[in-house]
């Protein structure tokens, strides 16, 4: 604890939790900026700025948030806003803020590239590789650059930095570009804690979608399975908590196939109504291309309701114990078969849900936060407060 006094830990990442399009990364991000803070460290989170938002504030744990930009120009401002702090002004560089000592680089699919500009330890932290999602998102041209920006330019940018990233599959992949194994560490996710009471499950077979509205998670694969499931579960419902830019397809979908009345679009939830929806379900659904782990998947299994994914999907097959606390599935028929599976097999569904609570229980911030802690420490070690790094 003593070590880490009044040293300033500087997190870049493009959102946070309150954005609109905020997620598990967000999550990630904010509760390891909380345990260095419980830890004697300070820490600054900058990240892009959206409507309703204040551009600077500290929130009740400590942690500092600056938010400039947007969603592209978020990256230009980091810059600006470091190399302006570096000048003795700007947000960074009064008492409040203070200079960083070590910079948190976060990838999300595009690198900020502080390791160009500050003289600061840097410590690049990625989720998961995007090869799948620039294809998805983005059309062919956009679509190489950003992956040359990610795959070859980053790397060599970042060729002296330590990585910390989620799971053994991201891990695999960074390897896969050339980053060194020994310097990738592996620090998971924490489990959030349960906020409610446990609450009944709904009397009819419930699905459950969570997370942000956007193409690479493919909610549409769980619009088609509603459709054909209802067929045989008349009562089936699908609940789609979440908002994003990709909603109004999604709804003109769900109008196409005819299933209004079985698809509820809760948009944006409260920590307590998530909880609520976790415990209510029946199954969690996470049909995503990729995840670096499957935060959404571990909180279901906290409430003892197991999730179907995706084998290929990265971090999922992690986060999921296959056949004990959850389904890894290949494909999109043997997606709907694992679903209706489950549904229709009550005893499998309570085992599973026995499974993943305990589970769940293995996976705590307190524990994420030392391994943190331990490596923020190790890039600090032999460089005094305040001086520069080469």
């Not at 998961?128 to 998805?136: D, L, N, P, S, Y």
């Not at 409260?270 to 199954?283: F, I, Q, Y």
Request: charged share 25%.
């Amino acid at each position: 604890m003593t070590e880490a006094l009044s040293r300033h830990i500087l997190f870049l990442n493009w959102r946070d939790t309150r954005h609109p399009e905020g997620g598990g990364s967000e999550v990630y991000i904010e509760r390891m900026a909380a345990e260095m803070v419980a830890r004697g460290y300070r820490a600054t989170i900058l990240c892009q700025a959206y409507a309703g938002a204040a551009a600077e504030e500290v929130k009740p744990d400590g942690v500092q948030v600056v938010r400039r930009g947007g969603r592209h120009t978020v990256y230009l401002f980091a810059a600006l806003v470091y190399l302006a702090g570096a000048l003795g002004f700007g947000p960074l560089s009064g008492r409040r803020f203070g200079r960083p000592d070590v910079i948190v680089d976060v990838c999300n699919g595009l690198p900020f590239l502080s390791r160009v500009y500050a003289r600061r330890p840097v410590i690049a932290l990625v989720h998961h590789v995007h090869r799948e999602q620039w294809r998805v998102i983005f059309g062919p041209v956009p679509a190489r650059i950003g992956w040359w920006i990610e795959s070859r330019l980053a790397v060599r940018v970042y060729r002296s930095c330590p990585y910390v990233t989620v799971s053994e599959s991201s891990r695999a992949e960074l390897v896969g570009l050339g980053v060194d194994a020994e310097r990738i560490t592996i620090i998971r996710n924490g489990t959030p804690a349960v906020l409610t009471s446990p609450v009944p499950r709904t009397d009819h077979p419930s699905l459950l979608v969570l997370g942000r509205l956007v193409p690479h998670k493919r909610v549409e694969l769980a619009l088609r399975a509603t459709v054909l499931l209802a067929r045989e579960l008349p009562t089936i419902e699908l609940v789609i908590a979440g908002q994003g830019w990709w909603e109004a397809p999604l709804r003109e979908l769900t109008a196409d196939l005819g299933i209004e009345h079985r698809v509820r679009f809760a948009g944006f939830v409260t920590e307590a109504d998530k909880h609520e929806l976790l415990g209510r379900s029946w199954v969690a659904l996470t049909p995503s291309i990729k995840e670096g782990w499957g935060l959404t998947i571990v909180e279901a299994a906290a409430h003892g309701t197991p999730s179907v994914a995706f084998r290929s999907a990265g971090g999922v097959s992690e986060a999921i114990l296959d056949g004990h606390t959850g389904t890894l599935v290949d494909d999109e028929l043997d997606f709907l078969r694992a679903v209706r599976r489950l549904l229709r097999d009550d005893e499998r569904r309570t085992e599973m849900g026995r499974a993943g609570r305990v589970y769940a229980r293995g996976f705590t911030w307190e524990a994420s936060g030392d391994a943190f802690a331990g490596l923020v420490s190790d890039r600090l070690a032999g460089v005094p407060q305040g001086q520069r790094v080469p």
